[in-house]
């Protein structure tokens, strides 16, 4: 119990450590395994369930589901815009549907991008976001977008060329700041997990398309999200202060 007790202390008092910490496990660790042996081993999938019952378990530690905004759903008429969220993950659709993997590597890699939308929800959204709201809202948006963003750099140690990461980061900043405001305006974290975890599970199942066109989706769907960004954050009632 002494042990718990300390451990919540220090949760309490070092939010941002706390929050950098399991930035860092999750993006080394996926990091490594994405790398080695690919997002439909068996491996990454037994790593993300380890991360995400340890993630679970934390969270349950230190009463932390409600304040990260994993209570309970309460949404009605006012929260329609939330609709405006599905075009995000349905650009997977745009090429259709295709599946010519094994089934228990489709599995695998089903399973995995289900908890990488959720986990990465969890962290940044979750434990950065409300370490950093403390001092300003905004900034608390902005950064958390900004890590987001940028944190997909590390897809150019997989393989992935230098255009492709670079469009991935602009559109993955765009979904942040889209996610971010979306978690202050409602108080909940589960439409941001909703579409991360929608949008990565169809991109296994994604048709091909080719460089120039993936490039052009990229683009539009930054400026859709970015477009989207300025409606919540002007026209949606609840206050992004300043702090």
């Known amino acids: 119990m002494k042990q718990v007790s300390g451990l919540r202390k220090f949760c309490n008092e070092h939010p941002l450590a706390l929050a950098l910490t399991l930035i860092l496990v999750y993006v080394v660790g996926t990091g ?13 999938t037994v790593w993300m369930v380890a991360l ?23 949404f009605g008429r006012r929260q329609l815009y ?3 969220l599905l075009p995000i993950p349905a650009v997977n659709l745009l090429a259709g ?16 991008m289900i908890l990488v939308g959720f986990l990465e929800e ?18 608390a948006v902005l950064i958390t977008s900004l890590t987001f963003g940028i944190g997909h750099i ?6 992935q060329t230098t255009l492709s990461t670079l469009l991935q980061v602009g559109y993955a900043l765009a979904i942040g700041l889209v996610f971010a ?4 305006k409602t108080g909940s974290l589960w439409p941001c997990i909703f579409i991360h975890s929608l949008m990565d599970l169809l991109a296994v199942f ?3 398309i080719s460089s120039q066109q993936a490039a052009l989706v990229s683009l539009l769907l930054m400026v859709y999200c970015l477009g989207l960004a300025w409606y919540l954050w002007k026209k949606v009632p609840g206050s992004v202060q300043t702090g």
């Open 154 to 159: 590390v897809n150019l140690f997989t393989g």
């Open 32 to 44: 490594n395994l994405r790398n080695s042996v690919g997002d439909d081993s068996i491996f990454m």
């Open 97 to 112: 549907l295709h599946a010519s993997a094994p089934v228990s590597s489709l599995l695998c890699e089903s399973v995995s």
């Open 206 to 208: 994604a048709g091909q």
């Open 122 to 139: 969890v962290i940044m959204r979750g434990y950065l976001f409300e370490a950093l709201r403390k001092d300003s809202l905004k900034e």
């Open 52 to 74: 995400t019952l340890s993630v679970v378990l934390l969270t349950i530690r230190l009463h932390a589901g409600q304040k990260l905004g994993l209570g309970p759903v309460r």
């Open 181 to 184: 405001l979306v978690l202050v």
């Open 82 to 84: 939330l609709l405006a």
